[in-house]
């Protein structure tokens, strides 16, 4: 902690919200986050204006309703991001980092209107070998208004010591996390019918029997990352962690400046994958999440994409599955595929993420 950090927290109130450090964590800890938040049409055409997104189910009621939604559903990664600001306070208000996601589900469509609640259950702690940190492991589930689950993932944290000098707590590291989401964890919208998807009306007529395993798409777009950008973007899901915000503080840290949410490049990654995965018109899982740099104001981002898998669902003859591998990059449009296990990344690879969408059949 910097002696800035120090002394402000030493003045402040005790009526104010410190929020946890790392030694505050203990394994079966279960936390109710507060703040439920009913998510709007409003968020989603902010979310849109900041990401660019053009995937057409999530623009068009008619034609969402035509594929068997009660309309357009919000965004699969804003609906993510809801859930996750949720937490924020509690897990990684005083985070370095966040590190990474597994077993990430998504459940029932979320639309606007509609209020997300969550809770997490602490999973796993280990100190650094630095002592000045350690990472907290945690799972978390977020619900709507009728107590149907929306979202279910977990995910682990740098978090900052509050004393160096504290003991460590008996390290527990979660075992056996699945590599993904079987195909039959998969939740399947109900009343979902894709079989008149329209090419026309989403720009591509690329569906699941195109698409190769170990076929690579460079995505081409890429998206330079301003400022007031990534803080709205960041606001907007109601993350106050403070490493993406203050700037007098974050000056005397390691980096010298705010770093931008690492969830944000998620969201950067899918916007720019339309051009190429168009039809990929759900996020049903993600698998592993690797924030291998960080990000920061100034950046440009690209993306690229590898098939992984293509999966058939169990009694559908209209959608399929496809197991995806996206890699984002700051300041590189050169696609490159570094092997995921690597403890050298190149350093423009920021974001290295294994998630599958479904996707209708022909």
């Avoid at 410190?18 to 709007?40: A, L």
């Avoid at 995937?55 to 594929?67: G, T």
């Avoid at 907007?236 to 005397?252: M, P, S, T």
């Avoid at 994958?273 to 018109?281: H, I, Q």
Wanted: proline share 4%; net charge negative; with cysteine.
């Amino acid at each position: 902690m910097s002696d800035l950090t120090a002394n402000f927290t030493a003045e402040v109130s005790e009526k104010c919200f410190h929020s946890r450090y790392f030694e505050d964590y203990s394994v079966g800890d279960e936390i109710v986050h507060s703040v439920p938040r009913t998510i709007t049409e409003g968020d989603a055409a902010v979310y849109m204006a900041l990401t660019g997104s053009r995937f057409a189910l999530h623009s068009s009621d008619e034609y969402a309703c035509e594929m068997g939604y009660a309309r357009a559903p919000i965004d699969d990664i804003l609906a993510f991001h809801m859930v996750f600001g949720r937490t924020v306070p509690d897990i990684s208000l005083n985070a370095v980092a966040n590190l990474g996601y597994a077993s990430v589900t998504f459940g029932v469509p979320v639309y606007a209107g509609d209020t997300v609640n969550a809770k997490s259950t602490v999973i796993g702690v280990k100190e650094n070998s630095n002592r000045r940190t350690g990472t907290v492991y945690v799972h978390s589930t977020g619900w709507n208004q009728k107590g149907e689950v929306a979202l279910d993932y977990i995910r682990w944290v740098m978090m900052r010591k509050k004393n160096e000098a504290s003991p460590a707590p008996e390290a527990v590291v979660p075992g056996d996390l699945p590599d993904h989401v079987a195909v039959d964890g998969l939740h399947i919208p109900k009343g979902l019918d894709v079989s008149k998807w329209d090419g026309e009306v989403t720009g591509s007529d690329a569906l699941f029997e195109d698409y190769d395993v170990g076929e690579r798409i460079h995505h081409l777009d890429g998206q330079t990352i301003e400022e007031a950008e990534h803080q709205m973007a960041t606001r907007l899901y109601q993350n106050n962690a403070r490493v993406h915000f203050n700037q007098h503080v974050e000056k005397q840290g390691r980096f010298g400046q705010r770093i931008v949410y690492g969830g944000y490049i998620i969201s950067l990654a899918r916007a720019i994958s339309c051009n190429g995965l168009a039809n990929a018109f759900r996020v049903a899982a993600i698998n592993s999440g690797r924030h291998a740099a960080p990000i920061f104001a100034g950046n440009t981002i690209y993306a690229w994409s590898e098939i992984l898998d293509r999966m058939d669902i169990p009694g559908r003859g209209d959608v399929g599955a496809l197991r995806l591998r996206t890699l984002a990059s700051k300041d590189e449009s050169k696609a490159q595929y570094p092997h995921k296990d690597s403890k050298d990344f190149p350093e423009n690879i920021v974001l290295d993420l294994d998630y599958t969408v479904l996707i209708p059949r022909r």
